[in-house]
C-alpha cells in the first residue's frame, strides 16, 4: 500500500520550519590545554630526548644547585665518606710501605698509632676535619706521608668549599624571595579612563621593598601563519602603563597593573563570548632587585580565560587610620561588578555610542537603586514613627488611678 499523503504540507511541517528558523551562533566549548606557567610560577614544561647529557657536567656547579635537597645532601656524603676512604687506604699504604703495622719493629713509625685500617681511616678523618685528638701524628720519617696530608688538605679544602657555596646558593635562590610577592588569584577587564582596560593587583608582604621593579605581559596563545605553519607557542609582548613610560614600579603597597587594550594589544578583537572561548594564557613577570641582599628576584603567575573577569574591578584595601596608610590584603582579590560593554575593543572604537549607552545604562540603574534605598529608608522610618506614636496614644488613653482621703477612710477616684 502506498503511504497516505499528510493534510498538512511539507513547508509547514515541524522539519519544515525548524529548519527555516534562524539559529544563534553557537560557540564551541574551549578545550582545556596545558598551562604553560603555573600559578605558583613553575614552569609547566618537560624536556624529553636530551641526547648531549655530557653538558650538564660541564657546569657542574649549576647542577648541583638545581638538585633537590635530598639529591644534594646524598652527593656531599657520599663525597666525604669516599674521600675519608681513600685517604685512609693511603696512609694504610704509607704504613704498610714503612713497616708500620709489624708489630715486632721498634723504628720510628710515619704515623703515630696506625696499626690497622680502622685506625688510617680515623686518621684520615682527623687530618680532613682537623680535629687532631693528639694520640695519632705524623712525624718527620716519611716524605710521603708529607705529601699525603698536603694532598688531602687540599682536596679537603676544595670538597668544603663546594659544598658552602652550594648550601649558601641553594638558600639565597632568588625564587624564595618571590614567595612573598603575590598576585591577584583572577585579571579583570573593565572600561577606564574611556578605554577597555586589562588589570591585575600585584602586591609585596615583606616591608624590605623590591628595588627597580618592573612587570611584563606576555599573552602566549597557539597561531598559525599564513603559510600554514603552526606555532604552539608564540609569545605576544603586552605593554603596560609603567612600561610606556619607561619608569620602575615603587612597590611600597598593593598596586593595580593596567594594559590598556588598544590596536597594538593581542586583545584587540576579543570579546567577552570570544575570550571564554578562547585558549590564550597571559604571563605576568615581576622583576626586580631584593633590597637586603641585592640578589634580582623574578616572581611569574598566569592567568587562563577561565580567570579573567569581564565587566569587574578590583575593590579598594588601601586606607588611611590615624595617619598610617592601611593594608587589608583580606580584600586583595576581591573585585565588584561595574557596568563594562560586552563588545570587543575594536568595536567600542568603530562606535563610541555603545560606551556612552553602557554608561547611562549604569547610571540610571544605579539611581533607581538609590531611590529604592531612600524610599524603604523612608518606609522604615515611619514605620518608626507610627509605632511610637501609637505606644504613646495607648499610653495616654490608659486610667489613672489615686486615692484621695475622705470622711470615714479612703475613697477610690479613676480618672481616663
Known amino acids: 500500500m502506498l503511504a497516505r499523503k499528510s493534510i498538512i504540507p511539507e513547508d509547514f511541517g515541524l522539519p519544515g520550519l525548524a529548519s527555516r528558523m534562524p539559529r544563534k551562533p553557537v560557540f564551541r566549548d574551549r578545550v582545556n590545554k596545558a598551562r604553560f606557567i603555573a600559578k605558583n610560577g613553575a614552569c ?26 635530598r639529591f644534594t645532601l646524598v652527593i656531599f656524603t657520599t663525597t666525604f665518606v669516599s674521600s675519608w676512604l681513600l685517604f685512609a687506604m693511603s696512609w694504610w699504604l704509607v704504613a704498610f710501605a714503612h713497616g708500620d703495622l709489624d708489630p715486632q719493629l721498634n723504628n720510628t713509625r710515619c704515623v703515630t698509632e696506625v696499626k690497622s685500617f680502622t685506625s688510617a681511616f680515623l686518621f684520615s678523618i682527623e687530618v680532613q676535619v682537623t680535629i687532631g685528638f693528639g694520640g695519632r701524628m705524623i712525624t718527620e720519617q716519611c716524605p710521603t706521608a708529607i705529601t699525603v696530608l698536603i694532598l688531602q688538605n687540599i682536596v679537603g679544602l676544595i670538597i668544603n668549599a663546594v659544598m658552602l657555596g652550594c648550601i649558601f646558593m641553594k638558600t639565597a635562590q632568588s625564587n624564595r624571595r618571590a614567595e612573598t610577592l603575590i598576585f591577584s588569584r583572577h585579571a579583570v577587564i573593565a572600561v577606564r579612563n574611556n578605554h577597555l ?64 587594550i588598544d590596536r597594538n594589544s593581542p586583545l584587540y578583537d576579543l570579546s567577552a563570548m570570544e575570550l571564554q572561548c578562547s585558549d590564550l594564557e597571559v604571563i605576568v613577570i615581576l622583576e626586580g632587585v ?9 616572581a611569574r603567575t598566569s592567568y ?32 565588584v561588578k561595574v557596568a563594562t560593554p560586552l563588545c570587543s575593543a575594536r568595536e567600542l572604537d568603530e562606535k563610541p555610542s555603545i560606551l556612552i549607552q553602557t554608561l547611562q545604562k549604569s547610571e540610571l540603574s544605579h539611581q533607581n537603586s538609590l531611590r529604592k534605598r531612600n524610599s524603604m529608608r523612608r518606609n522604615n522610618s515611619m514605620r518608626k ?21 475622705g470622711d470615714g477612710g479612703q475613697t477610690l477616684n479613676a480618672v481616663t
Not at 223 to 239: F, K
Not at 290 to 298: F, L
Not at 306 to 331: A, C, L, M, N
Request: proline share 3%; charged share 20%.
Open 44 to 69: 609547566n614544561l618537560a624536556h624529553k630526548n636530551i641526547r648531549e647529557q655530557g653538558r650538564f657536567l660541564q657546569d657542574v656547579f649549576t647542577t648541583l644547585v638545581d638538585l633537590k635537597w
Open 290 to 298: 631584593v633590597e637586603t641582599t641585592g640578589i634580582t628576584t623574578q
Open 385 to 405: 514613627v507610627a509605632g511610637s506614636s501609637g505606644s504613646l496614644r495607648r499610653n495616654n488613653s490608659a486610667k489613672v488611678q489615686f486615692f484621695t482621703p
Open 304 to 335: 587562563v580565560s577561565e580567570e579573567i573577569q569581564w565587566g569587574h574591578r578590583f575593590v579598594p584595601i588601601v586606607t588611611e587610620e590615624e595617619g598610617v596608610y592601611s593594608v587589608d590584603y583580606s580584600k586583595f582579590g576581591n573585585t
Open 197 to 260: 582596560c586589562f588589570m591585575i593587583r600585584i602586591g609585596d608582604l615583606r616591608k624590605s621593598m623590591i628595588i627597580g621593579a618592573t612587570v611584563r605581559l606576555q599573552v602566549v596563545r597557539k597561531t598559525t601563519t599564513p603559510e600554514g605553519e603552526v606555532i604552539p607557542i608564540h609569545q605576544i609582548d603586552v605593554q603596560t602603563e609603567s612600561a610606556v613610560a619607561s619608569n620602575s614600579l615603587f612597590l611600597l603597597a598593593p598596586l593595580i597593573i593596567c594594559h590598556i
